[in-house]
């Protein structure tokens, strides 16, 4: 979850200030209690996809009965396309 928000009107000592990007800085408090500078930080924010997953189905006859007369293959094949189609949905 994120949040978003401007900040308008910077002053330092009573003058307006306009911060240098390649100057600013990113500090968090750690769990020492004391600012540390978060090394990892960069202005420009992006996203990447650099997940992987496995999706095993069972293929044995089994999952259509006794007498071959279920269609539980089939269903088993249909919930894992909507598990795939759910997952790389924010991808398009």
């Known amino acids: 979850m994120n949040a978003y928000f401007t900040i ?3 002053r ?4 307006p200030y306009f911060p240098i990007g390649e100057k600013v800085e990113q500090e968090y408090e750690s769990a020492a209690n004391f600012w540390q ?3 990892e930080y960069q202005e420009v924010t992006k996203g990447a ?4 997953f496995l999706l095993v ?3 044995s006859r089994s999952l259509d009965g006794k007498n071959g007369e279920q269609n539980g293959f089939e269903q088993e094949t249909d919930m894992a396309v909507q598990i795939l189609d759910m997952l790389t949905e924010r991808l398009h």
Do not use: A, C, K, R
């Open 8 to 10: 308008e009107d910077i």
């Open 49 to 52: 996809v650099n997940t992987y």
């Open 57 to 59: 189905i069972d293929g």
């Open 12 to 15: 330092l000592e009573g003058f």
């Open 37 to 39: 500078l978060n090394s």
